[in-house]
């Protein structure tokens, strides 16, 4: 902990500020989830959805307080509902459908031509790893491309993309997205304790995503993808009414199992009138590297199947390869390693299907490139 930031300190501190009702913020018990790390301040302040709205400016206020304490690089302060009764499935203080979030502030994202949710309705499927593959495979189209990794309880970004340090402040105290093989790249990871997230309830991981879009120097760019963390949830439900998106894309494997929670996720995002751009079946098929044979382990054209009876387009599938795992891990994905291949052919596929769906759905403007150079 950096000299004189201490927990007392940083409460009391907060205690210059006032609740709407009188009390100082320091002392009124709803302060959690305090944490320092070097001069970087997280904390979250209790509320109920009901009271979000009116606490909103404290937090901006006790955000601006903590920075300009002396040894403070950055603060993160959201709003929690973690101990209020239990999460509404509709929080009332927000809208359906691809509206700006609650506050009155400009668009963090106004630069943005398309923000894209990369959902699963069930983990380990290969979102994160289709997310970063999906990118590279824009990129190479000519688009810019940021990824946003929300999956804020096993943020995976920075070991996909091989992503070292913390990011830089850029003007304004917002933070420079970090860049790897082209593509614009900031996770949760970077920023928050995983552990410290696994207790965080729908609302909280809204505020702590949406603040992190608007701390963030997009600048420019054709998508942002945004890895969602796997389920169906709150927390999914929360982040797919707060964010601007354009649209959907579900991962899955062809099993049964992945498909049910597929169709929760499809589910999910209709009920707050998010299009679905379409449906990617991870690990359709396995290609033997001895014989070449190929292996339908988890059956054969599940996902394809649903889409057709859930009337949502199939973006194409992806074979499970030992390739795609190895690159993964050493943060060199395929399609940087090996564009051409039949890997990066299947990508480059599936993104000009998505491209397609943006063009179809209402509303949504088919990204076309534009200036790609740096924030
Ligand atoms: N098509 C594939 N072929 C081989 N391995 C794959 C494939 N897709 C993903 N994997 C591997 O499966 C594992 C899980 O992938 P990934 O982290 O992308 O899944 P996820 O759905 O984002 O998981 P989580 O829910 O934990 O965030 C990783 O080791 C990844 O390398």
């Not at 494997?253 to 079946?281: H, Y």
Request: with cysteine; charged share 20%.
């Amino acid at each position: 902990m950096t000299a004189g930031l201490d927990r007392d300190r940083i409460l009391s501190a907060l205690d210059a500020l006032r609740l709407p009702d009188g009390t100082p913020l320091g002392q009124s018990g709803r302060v959690g989830g305090l944490s320092v790390e070097g001069g970087r301040i997280s904390l979250s302040i209790r509320t109920d959805a009901t009271e979000a709205s009116a606490l909103e400016r404290t937090r901006a206020e006790a955000e601006a307080h903590l920075r300009a304490l002396p040894g403070v690089e950055r603060v993160f302060v959201v709003l929690t509902a973690e101990n209020t009764s239990p999460t509404p499935k509709h929080p009332p203080a927000l809208k359906p459908g691809p509206a700006a979030p609650a506050t009155a502030k400009p668009d963090p994202l106004a630069g943005i031509g398309a923000v894209i949710a990369v959902a699963s309705g069930k983990g380990g499927v290969g979102k994160s790893t289709t997310t970063v593959n999906l990118g590279l495979a824009l990129r190479a189209q000519g688009l810019s491309v940021g990824i946003l990794d929300a999956d804020i309880y096993g943020p995976s970004l920075p070991t996909l993309l091989g992503l070292h340090g913390k990011p830089a402040a850029g003007p304004g105290r917002k933070l420079k997205p970090m860049q790897a093989h082209g593509l614009r790249a900031m996770s949760m990871g970077l920023l928050v304790d995983p552990e410290a997230a696994m207790v965080w309830r729908g609302p909280m991981i809204m505020s702590a995503i949406t603040q992190m879009m608007a701390d963030v120097e997009w600048g420019a760019l054709d998508v942002l993808l945004v890895d969602m963390p796997p389920g169906t949830g709150d927390a999914q439900l929360a982040l797919a009414q707060g964010t601007r998106l354009a649209g959907a894309v579900i991962v899955s494997t062809p099993q049964d199992l992945s498909l049910i929670d597929a169709r929760r996720g499809i589910t999910m995002f209709r009920k707050v009138d998010v299009p679905i751009l379409g449906i990617i079946e991870n690990m359709s098929h396995f290609i033997c590297p001895d014989c070449g044979g190929t292996h339908a382990i988890f059956g054969q054209g599940g996902a394809r199947d649903e889409a057709a009876r859930l009337r949502v387009p199939f973006l194409g599938a992806v074979p499970l390869t030992m390739e795609l795992r190895a690159a993964s891990d050493i943060g060199q994905p395929v399609l940087v390693r090996d564009p051409e291949g039949p890997l990066g052919q299947a990508y480059d596929r599936i993104a000009r299907a998505l491209r397609d769906g943006l063009d179809q759905s209402a509303g949504a403007r088919r990204p076309r490139p534009h200036a790609t150079g740096e924030p």
